[in-house]
Structure formats: structure tokens, C-alpha cells
């Protein structure tokens, strides 16, 4: 029990410096997911994403094939880092 706590500590106090050490990085994650996190789960869903991609390129505006691919590579880009591949993207996989 002493042992599971020592390591949970241990675990955020790391986690607390690798992320003092990219500040700039994991304050600009922030950003993207609290601006796009529309049902306030603190993750980024694939409706989320795809919501996120067309706002930056948005297809009424942007058709065509060339920009169908400026959106499948701009959302494959996010979710390349879905390291734990459960299909929501958080604060800490989009700040690495
Ligand atoms: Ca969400
Ligand atoms: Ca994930």
C-alpha cells in the first residue's frame, strides 16, 4: 500500500517536471484542447478533431483533393499521438 503511494507521488512529481520542462508546449496543448473540447470531457474526440481540422481548413471553402489531404494529414498528425490508442486525445499526448 506504502509502496502503490510512493509510486503514485513518484509518478506525478515526473510528471510535474516534464512538464515544466516544455511549459511553452503543454500550455499551447492546453489551449487547443480547451478550445476544442466541445462536450468538456478534457479530451479530444474524433468528432472534436475533425471539427478542429475543418476549422482550419475548412472544406466549404477549401474542396478539392489537394485539401482532402491537407485534412486527412493535419488529423492523422493528432492522432499519432494517441499514445494509449483509446481514441480520445488528452492535455498530455497532444503536449509531447
Ligand atoms: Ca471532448
Ligand atoms: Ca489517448
Redesign the pocket.
Known sequence: MRNCMAAGLLALLTGACALDAQTGLAVGAGVTVAVN?????????AV?VQALVEKAFPPDTLGGGFWDGMRASLAAAYWARDLDRDG?LSVAELAR
Open positions: 473540447d466541445r462536450d468538456g470531457d478534457g479530451m479530444l474526440d472534436e480520445r
